[in-house]
């Protein structure tokens, strides 16, 4: 048996890469050809990334489109989402081998990978247990490819091959660009693709150009200033800013971030116990560890009142307002924009309660979301102990998700 294993981001994954796949399993006569999207690269920046869920099914929806699906021997594997942790070549490799000792294995990279692969985790070990395939990408010539690839060859044994495909020199980054830009239709991607971008309103995508217009935002800021103490509202406005602010660097909807951080507290200050009463008549789902501690509630409710009061209908709003307080594992880039901003708007100061300055943890959530979302996971998880209070189960649940960005000190390259 000959598989060949094509991964990457697929953030999102475009013609070129179809075209790589299937000129691959061609000419080197694959018995099947493996789509492998990355949950954490430990390589690429994890800012850029939509949810792995969506990188997941953009992939099936390509490779059935295009290439016809398993029924012409193109799978798809979601075994380095299962994996906790960074994504390590090197570590995939091993697993595939050992599940399949008989089966020849192919590793496609591209031609910049290849120029840099001596940075990689164990590159020895990973030429040891397949072929690379080397696609010439960007701008680096076949020459000195092909250098590199003799390079390889005499110092760790590698086998390397290339392969000829149609690539036209396509990059993600460049589709993200363009959709972001309102070219989502002129843009290399399957028709299906294009749909489902378009549906779930990924990369910065908008049918309108905007979601909410500026009357509409100034009627939710109206309404909450009515709604909320003098105190709160500052707070609501500054974490509206700030998510605001975070989204451009984060490459997402600037006034669906603003609603979003506006909105959170909109049930804060609603009595506990009619906030428990309204969860109940409206259906809400509340844990044991929510009706003990009252003052969780508000998310939930929260988010029920961005639907039933305001008239939200976009359920990644309504679930960064759900989950502003205790977040939840692999959270979208809007949940943890509102997750972080909660913590981290102007006018917060737990300088008592933190054992890292504010100002520092505010400079950190501009350059990596991740890691900061993990230390205030921390933060608040040390001083909730410090207080002996309870801890909801959730607030672990989605530390022990994200501490791995506390670990990693690996080169972030793009």
Same mark, same amino acid.
């Given at each position: 048996m000959k598989t060949g294993i094509l991964g990457g981001t697929f953030n999102p994954i475009h013609n070129a890469h179809l075209s790589l796949g299937k000129a691959a399993k061609e000419q080197f006569s694959l018995d099947k050809l493996i789509f492998m999207p990355a949950a954490?690269?430990?390589?690429?920046?994890?800012?850029?990334?939509?949810?792995?869920?969506?990188?997941?099914?953009?992939?099936?929806?390509?490779?059935?489109?295009?290439?016809?699906?398993?029924?012409? =021997?193109?799978?798809?594997?979601?075994?380095? @989402?299962?994996?906790? =942790?960074?994504?390590?070549?090197?570590?995939?490799?091993?697993?595939?081998?050992?599940?399949?000792?008989?089966?020849? @294995?192919? @590793?496609?990279?591209?031609?910049d990978s290849l120029m840099w692969i001596d940075e990689w985790k164990d590159p020895a070990d990973i030429v040891n247990k397949c072929t690379l395939i080397v696609a010439e990408r960007g701008d680096t010539r076949m020459d000195i490819l092909k250098k590199k690839a003799e390079e390889l060859r005499q110092s760790i044994n590698a086998r390397i091959e290339f392969v000829n495909y149609d690539h036209n020199f396509v990059s993600s980054s460049d589709i993200r660009k363009k959709i972001r830009l309102g070219e989502l239709k002129n843009v290399a991607l399957p028709s299906s693709v294009i749909e489902y971008i378009d549906k779930k309103e990924l990369y910065g995508c908008c049918k309108d150009g905007f979601y909410f217009s500026p009357d509409e935002i100034q009627r939710f800021t109206l309404e909450m200033q009515?709604?909320?103490?003098?105190?709160?509202?500052?707070?609501?406005?500054?974490?509206?800013?700030?998510?605001?602010?975070?989204?451009?660097?984060?490459?997402?909807?600037?006034?669906?971030?603003?609603?979003?951080?506006?909105?959170?507290?909109?049930?804060?200050?609603?009595?506990?116990?009619?906030?428990?009463?309204?969860?109940?008549?409206?259906?809400?789902?509340?844990?044991?560890?929510?009706?003990?501690?009252?003052?969780?509630?508000?998310?939930?409710?929260?988010?029920?009142?961005?639907?039933?009061?305001?008239?939200?209908?976009d359920e990644d709003i309504c679930n960064a307002i759900k989950f502003h307080t205790v977040g939840r594992p692999a959270m979208t880039r809007l949940e943890q924009i509102v997750f972080c901003a909660d913590f981290l708007e102007p006018q917060r100061d737990f300088k008592d309660k933190m054992s890292m300055p504010l100002r520092e943890l505010r400079s950190l959530?501009?350059?990596?979301?991740?890691?900061?979302?993990?230390?205030?996971?921390?933060?608040?998880?040390?001083?909730?102990?410090?207080?002996?209070?309870?801890?909801?189960?959730?607030t672990y649940e989605t530390y022990d998700y994200y501490k791995v960005f506390l670990d990693n000190t690996d080169a972030v390259k793009d």
């Amino acid at each position: 048996m000959k598989t060949g294993i094509l991964g990457g981001t697929f953030n999102p994954i475009h013609n070129a890469h179809l075209s790589l796949g299937k000129a691959a399993k061609e000419q080197f006569s694959l018995d099947k050809l493996i789509f492998m999207p990355a949950a954490r690269p430990a390589y690429k920046d994890p800012r850029q990334l939509v949810s792995f869920e969506d990188r997941m099914e953009m992939t099936r929806l390509a490779v059935e489109e295009v290439l016809g699906g398993e029924k012409n =021997g193109y799978f798809l594997s979601d075994l380095e @989402f299962k994996r906790p =942790g960074n994504t390590y070549t090197c570590d995939t490799m091993a697993y595939m081998t050992a599940k399949e000792p008989d089966t020849e @294995f192919y @590793f496609i990279i591209g031609g910049d990978s290849l120029m840099w692969i001596d940075e990689w985790k164990d590159p020895a070990d990973i030429v040891n247990k397949c072929t690379l395939i080397v696609a010439e990408r960007g701008d680096t010539r076949m020459d000195i490819l092909k250098k590199k690839a003799e390079e390889l060859r005499q110092s760790i044994n590698a086998r390397i091959e290339f392969v000829n495909y149609d690539h036209n020199f396509v990059s993600s980054s460049d589709i993200r660009k363009k959709i972001r830009l309102g070219e989502l239709k002129n843009v290399a991607l399957p028709s299906s693709v294009i749909e489902y971008i378009d549906k779930k309103e990924l990369y910065g995508c908008c049918k309108d150009g905007f979601y909410f217009s500026p009357d509409e935002i100034q009627r939710f800021t109206l309404e909450m200033q009515k709604t909320l103490s003098p105190f709160r509202f500052q707070h609501s406005l500054g974490v509206s800013y700030m998510s605001a602010s975070l989204a451009m660097v984060y490459g997402v909807a600037v006034d669906k971030a603003t609603v979003a951080g506006l909105l959170h507290d909109s049930a804060k200050e609603i009595d506990e116990n009619e906030q428990e009463r309204l969860c109940d008549e409206k259906g809400i789902d509340l844990t044991p560890v929510e009706r003990s501690a009252k003052q969780l509630i508000h998310a939930k409710l929260g988010a029920g009142l961005a639907k039933d009061k305001y008239g939200i209908k976009d359920e990644d709003i309504c679930n960064a307002i759900k989950f502003h307080t205790v977040g939840r594992p692999a959270m979208t880039r809007l949940e943890q924009i509102v997750f972080c901003a909660d913590f981290l708007e102007p006018q917060r100061d737990f300088k008592d309660k933190m054992s890292m300055p504010l100002r520092e943890l505010r400079s950190l959530v501009f350059r990596d979301i991740d890691k900061t979302t993990a230390l205030i996971l921390k933060e608040t998880i040390d001083w909730l102990k410090i207080k002996g209070s309870e801890i909801n189960p959730a607030t672990y649940e989605t530390y022990d998700y994200y501490k791995v960005f506390l670990d990693n000190t690996d080169a972030v390259k793009d």
